[in-house]
């Protein structure tokens, strides 16, 4: 009997002991899930400040800034600058034109509907006497060399330059490198005058419209020789 009173006094709560009530393991495994430093999700949220919210509202939208700063938007380019870039890259073109007559021959159909309307430009510009001589410098000491205009203007016409002295290249390579009259060497002849063709007609569609839309075009090989040049 002793020893069972023992053993009962033994395995008994003490008095200075306070039972607890028995925990929810599902509320334990919340407590040691949530980080204990932290207060939950609803108590981080911040009310801003009127004066802040003041400054928020004044704030510009990201697309305005960066439509102001790249200048690309045709309303900041006047309508007579875009007139006078997008006339400047016709003078490479009609230089150009001598170069695509193995395709005009090739192609004389395609070649009639897309240049038809610009047979009574072409008749008056080699009707003048030396017209190609005068209108380069016209736009170089007229416009690229002129002040007074915008830098917008003055880019796009000495790209147009540029792109008008690249095509005295393959003359003088054709004089200096003779290829002869084989098989091969009017094959190649024949390609190249294509390619320098296309490319100064690409060029001049690409800079036409992007002129009468108020952007800047960059024409390949063309527009790090004339930005050098501007200066």
Known sequence: MAATSSLFLRFSPS???????????????????????????????????????????????????????????NTTTPATDRLIAAVAYTLPFFNSLQYGRFL????????????????????????????????????????VRNPNLSDYVRFNAMQALTLDVLLVLPLLFGRIFNPGRSALAVKLIVWGHNAVFLFTSLCFVYGLVSSLLGRTPYLPFVADAARRQMG
């Open 15 to 73: 008095k200075t002991q306070t039972l607890l009530p028995p925990s929810n393991p599902k509320s334990s495994r919340r407590h040691h899930c949530s980080t204990p430093f932290l207060p939950p999700a609803a108590t981080t949220t911040r009310t801003l400040s009127p004066i802040h919210n003041l400054r928020l509202s004044h704030r510009k939208p990201i697309t305005t800034v960066t439509a102001r700063l790249s200048g690309n938007s």
């Open 104 to 143: 005009f021959a090739q192609f004389p159909s395609v070649s009639a509907l897309l240049f038809e309307p610009l047979v009574p430009l072409l008749s008056l510009y080699r009707s003048l006497p030396y017209a190609s001589f005068v209108a380069f410098f016209g736009l170089y000491l007229g416009v």
